[in-house]
């Protein structure tokens, strides 16, 4: 079982930045892909970002690439979201996922391939 708190939403006025982070509990992070996924009112949620296990790859929603980045750090059970220039659009409830069972480079952006969710953080880019 994992256990997930993410944390670092907030408001912030379009072109600012903010830094997710998502502590995890349990011993085995580093064997579980990681992925960030965002949900606004009325949509479906959607992919931001994912990491392998070892954090060697990543990948990025178009919508987001060259503005965020996802990284881990194994020896503390968390992974972040760097978030940079954001936008109106990027307003959303940003959720962090494991999926245990992972091949060691693979990334997920389906939700359905996570296993475990966090509550999820707000945030709020104004205009």
């Known amino acids: 079982q994992v256990q997930l708190e993410e944390s670092g939403g907030g408001l912030v006025q379009a072109g600012g930045s903010l830094r997710l982070s998502c502590a995890a509990s349990?011993?085995?992070?580093?064997?579980?892909?990681m992925g960030w996924f965002r949900q606004a009112p009325g949509k479906e949620r959607e992919f931001v970002a994912a990491?392998?296990?070892?954090?060697?790859?990543?990948a990025y929603a178009d919508s987001v690439k060259g503005r965020f980045t996802v990284s881990r750090d194994n020896a503390k059970n968390t992974v972040h979201l760097q978030m940079n220039s954001l936008k109106p659009e990027d307003t959303a409830v940003y959720y962090c996922?494991?999926?245990?069972?992972?091949?060691?480079?693979?990334?997920?952006?389906?939700?359905?391939?996570?296993?475990?969710w966090g509550q999820g953080t707000q945030v709020t880019v104004s205009s």
């Open positions: 996922a494991a999926r245990s069972g992972s091949s060691y480079y693979s990334v997920y952006s389906v939700p359905s391939s996570y296993d475990y």
């Open positions: 349990g011993r085995t992070f580093s064997n579980n892909a």
């Open positions: 990491s392998s296990r070892s954090g060697s790859n990543t």
